[in-house]
C-alpha cells in the first residue's frame, strides 16, 4: 500500500512511515541519544560526563602539558569502553535506509564511530565532531589509527608525538574552542543539496554550528521529522513537520523496518 504514495501528486504524508516510505533522498542528523543505547554516555545528561571532567579547550591542550595528558587520560580510558560497543537498531536501521536506496546522508555528532561499526558507507558519513577512533596532528597533515595511541598512553602515561613531524598528537575530535574542520563543514553543506526529508533523531538540537544543518533543510521548506527523548532547541518551529518524543529506538527503528517491509 506505502509504496503507492510516490505516485501520488498531492499527497501530503502524516506519520513517519509515510514519510520515510515516500522519501528518497533522506538526510539524518543523529545526536548522543542514538548511542545512549549501546552504553555511550550522554554528555549533557543528567549523569553527564562534564558534570566530573574539567572542560578541556584546545588552547588548554595545545598550552598546558598537565591538561594535555588530562585530555589523553579521558579519551584513553574512554576509548577502552567504546571500542567494545555494538551499533544500536538506530544504526542498523540507518544502514537499512542505505541498502534501500533512500539515504543522502548521515550528518552525525557523535564521535563513537558506531555509523561506520554497523556497516554505514563513507560516502554517506558527515562526523562533524570527528572521531574518536583516530588521531591528528597539531601540526601536520598526519592521521592515523587511534587504538594504539590510547594502548601506549594508558601504559606510560606521555602524550604522544607525531611520527612524521614529532608535534603533538591528539584524539581525533573537536574540541572546546577549536572550529569544525572545513572539509567536514563542505561535505555537510553537499549533502544538505537536495534531500527531500530531513529527520533529526537523538539530539538536543543545541550544539552549533552543527544543529544549524537540519534547520536550513527545514527552512527551505524541505519536510523535517525530530524523534527525540527531551525537549529539542527547534521544538515548536514552523518548519517541523512532525515532532516525535520517546525513544528514538522504538520510534524510528521500528518505523524503518515497516517501510523495509513495504518494500519486500
Ligand atoms: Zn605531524
Known amino acids: ?26 538526510v539524518v542528523f543523529t545526536g548522543a541519544g542514538v548511542s545512549t543505547a549501546a552504553g555511550i554516555p550522554d554528555y549533557r545528561g ?65 564521535i563513537d564511530s558506531l555509523h561506520r561499526k554497523a556497516g554505514s558507507s563513507e560516502e554517506y558519513l558527515v562526523e562533524m565532531h570527528g572521531r574518536m577512533d583516530e588521531v591528528n596532528c597539531t601540526q601536520c597533515e598526519f592521521r592515523g589509527a587511534a587504538d594504539e595511541w590510547y594502548t601506549a598512553f594508558l601504559e606510560n602515561g606521555e602524550s604522544p608525538r607525531c611520527p612524521e613531524c614529532g608535534g603533538w598528537l591528539k584524539p581525533g575530535v573537536v574540541m572546546f574552542g577549536e572550529s569544525l574542520n572545513p572539509e567536514t563543514m563542505l561535505r555537510a553543506q553537499q549533502a544538505m543539496q537536495a534531500p527531500d526529508l530531513v529527520i533529526a533523531l537523538g539530539s538536543t538540537l543545541s550544539v552549533q554550528p552543527a544543529a544549524s544543518f537540519p534547520l536550513m533543510a527545514a527552512r527551505a ?6 524523534v527525540n527523548q527531551g525537549e529539542t532547541a527547534h521544538d515548536g518551529l514552523p518548519h517541523v513537520s512532525i515532532r516525535l518524543e520517546g525513544d528514538v529506538q522504538e ?9 523495509a517491509l513495504m518494500f519486500g
Open 46 to 110: 543528567a549523569e553527564g560526563v562534564w558534570k566530573t571532567r574539567p572542560e578541556i579547550t584546545i588552547m588548554d591542550f595545545l598550552d598546558d602539558p598537565e591538561k594535555q595528558r588530562q585530555y589523553w587520560q579521558y579519551k584513553s580510558e574512554d576509548w577502552s569502553t567504546w571500542s567494545q560497543l555494538e551499533p544500536t537498531p538506530v544504526h542498523r536501521a540507518l544502514l537499512k535506509l542505505e541498502q534501500m536506496g533512500k539515504l543522502a546522508g548521515i550528518l552525525t555528532q557523535n
Open 251 to 259: 520510534l524510528f527503528a521500528g518505523a524503518v523496518d515497516e517501510a
Open 221 to 226: 521548506g524541505i519536510p523535517y521529522i525530530i
Open 1 to 26: 500500500m506505502g509504496v503507492i504514495v510516490n505516485n501520488m501528486p498531492n499527497y501530503e504524508p502524516s506519520s513517519l512511515l509515510q514519510y520515510l516510505v515516500a522519501a528518497q533522498q533522506i
